[in-house]
């Protein structure tokens, strides 16, 4: 089981570079960031799990964290975690993706979402009843574009005719796409269209992973898809190093550490600690 990092990189936590060389000098498998293009006033739901702290207003965009990462590390994988597809041009992000995965060499995972914040996804014009419909053409579509010389796609939402697009991404056929939502929800698109899944937390309805991961390759199996195949990322990582040996013998492929918006002073003795953690995960 692998370890990586979460954080929502913001004008006064550590940089997107100094964190990157940090995680990989410490054995870190991956960095993980957040997006939120801006949080509206008033809002019918709130965050899953809780109030919305000042760094969901604050966050960066996750294409220029990444690649500001991507540029000082060679090893470390670079992730959305999630992006919001469902706010986003399809034919544009699309290139961002494979642009970011050239410019890391392959490193990148697409993390996606289709999201909570109502008021946030209309501003951009999209229909909050309808975004898992969207997501799902879009990521379809997204396909094609990696992987055809003259890609086109014709769906309810998304549509396109015929079309020349480059660069393809570095990664065959196209980097990892890691659904992340309540399990319920997110291991159904998963089996659907992507190649792993990232459960919310058990308050979002996700239940322990003695649960879900059983239950993931149940439905894998009937649906007529290789449970190894789906690879699962749990956010929430504690310093216990028994539940992580607990949960890497239940299957789950990687947990990452959750790091505040803070400066390098308080997110370095973090990382010390789990870069010990992490060797004896490997003994």
Not at 135 to 142: L, P
Not at 230 to 235: F, P, Y
Not at 243 to 249: P, V
Request: glycine share 8%; charged share 25%; proline share 7%.
């Amino acid at each position: 089981m692998d370890i990586g990092a979460a954080i929502f990189f913001t004008e006064y936590s550590i940089t997107p570079t100094e964190l990157a060389i940090a995680l990989e000098e410490r054995g870190f498998d991956s960095l993980w960031v957040a997006e939120h293009s801006h949080i509206p006033v008033t809002r019918r739901f709130n965050v899953p799990g809780g109030e919305l702290t000042k760094q969901y207003y604050d966050v960066m965009d996750p294409f220029v964290t990444l690649s500001a990462a991507a540029a000082v590390t060679k090893r470390l994988k670079l992730g959305t975690g999630v992006c919001l597809v469902i706010q986003r041009d399809t034919i544009q992000t699309a290139k961002l993706v494979a642009s970011l995965d050239q410019v890391s060499n392959g490193r990148f995972l697409f993390g996606i979402g289709c999201g909570w914040n109502a008021e946030e996804m209309e501003d951009h014009g999209t229909v909050y009843e309808t975004r898992t419909l969207k997501m799902r053409e879009q990521i379809e579509a997204m396909k094609e574009i990696w992987t055809k010389s003259k890609p086109e796609y014709h769906g309810e939402i998304v549509n396109f005719p015929p079309m020349m697009t480059w660069p393809k991404p570095v990664q065959k056929p196209h980097p990892p796409i890691i659904v992340g939502g309540a399990f319920r929800f997110a291991a159904r698109r998963a089996i659907r269209y992507g190649d792993g899944l990232i459960p919310q937390a058990p308050s979002a309805g996700s239940g322990s992973p003695e649960e879900f991961m059983p239950r993931l390759h149940q439905m894998a199996e009937e649906a007529g898809r290789d449970p190894q195949t789906l690879s699962v990322t749990l956010g929430g990582a504690t310093e216990d190093l028994d539940l992580l040996k607990r949960n890497r013998d239940l299957g789950i492929a990687r947990m990452n550490v959750r790091l505040p918006p803070a400066k390098a002073d308080e997110i370095l003795p973090v990382l010390d600690r789990w870069a010990k953690l992490i060797r004896q995960l490997r003994a």
